[in-house]
């Protein structure tokens, strides 16, 4: 069972401190939910974990089975088990999806070995029939052309085959009708299990109505600021956050930035690398 500990995170963009004190505990087998207003630092904080070099950690610490995730570089925190699934996915032109997805499961085989060609085929369309997406994805250029809502089930057809310790999906809700949400829920919810632990970054309750979640927590002015369990998740659906910026004395949730479409960047990762892009 894998454990991702936050203690006291602070982070900051262009001089700007947008995280600003985070604290969360993860293991393997949990699902976290986080919560919150638009610009309260929920994305800030997904891209700080797996290492968005826009973002400047000032203070404290993210450990991942006792290692510093902090020293290793985007590919190492990839290799070490951490997935993002990313809010606005990049497109990758020229990279065929599926040599994009067996290229990031050889980086993560034992020097030397790779996954077989037949297994692999075997695992992919498995996977792409419970996504049910279309029987041409394999050679269509990663991302390109694709809808939000393929993008997004793309994210979660890339968990399915790299089956991280720790996987952070922000917003993966966002640009799926009721179908394809029903889809992805069911999805993530199968492969739940004591080897994963789940973060999940929403606005909203619909996505939690298809994953059963451990733990609540709501983000505001960059750190978490209640935790709970279904029961505040189904009052904030009732009542919005108000209630909660009334009970701490929070006049402004935000921390004064609106938040972007952050993309993590491949750079010189061993995945790009090895597609010679």
């Not at 065929?96 to 790779?114: H, L, P, Q, V």
């Amino acid at each position: 069972m894998s454990i991702l500990l936050i203690k006291n995170l602070y982070a900051e963009v262009d001089g700007k401190e947008i995280l600003k004190g985070v604290n969360l505990e993860i293991k393997g087998g949990e699902t976290h939910a986080i919560m919150g207003p638009n610009g309260t630092g929920k994305s800030t904080l997904a891209s700080v974990i797996m290492g968005h070099p826009k973002f400047i950690i000032t203070k404290g610490e993210i450990i991942l089975d006792g290692k510093n995730v902090l020293d290793m570089a985007v590919d190492e925190r990839s290799r070490a088990g951490i997935f993002l699934g990313m809010q606005n996915p990049a497109e990758v032109p020229g990279v065929t999806n599926s040599d994009f997805i067996k290229t990031a499961m050889n980086t993560r085989s034992e020097e030397g070995k790779s996954i077989s060609l037949f297994k692999f085929i075997i695992q992919y369309d498995k996977a792409v029939k419970e996504l049910k997406m279309n029987e041409d994805l394999p050679h269509r250029y990663l991302n390109e052309g694709f809808s939000g809502g393929e993008k997004k089930r793309n994210e979660i057809l890339q968990m399915k085959m790299l089956n991280p310790k720790i996987a952070i999906l922000d917003e993966i809700d966002s640009g799926l009708d009721v179908d394809a949400l029903k889809i992805v829920g069911e999805n993530i919810t199968k492969m739940k299990s004591p080897d994963l632990g789940l973060l999940l970054i929403t606005h909203y309750q619909r996505l939690l109505e298809y994953i059963s979640t451990d733990y609540v927590h709501v983000m505001m002015q960059g750190r978490i600021v209640k935790s709970g369990d279904q029961k505040l998740i189904e009052r904030i659906d009732q009542e919005g956050y108000d209630w909660i910026k009334e009970e701490l004395g929070i006049d402004d949730e935000r921390v004064f930035i609106e938040e972007e479409e952050e993309r993590i960047i491949l750079g010189t990762c061993a995945t790009k690398e090895a597609l010679d892009l």
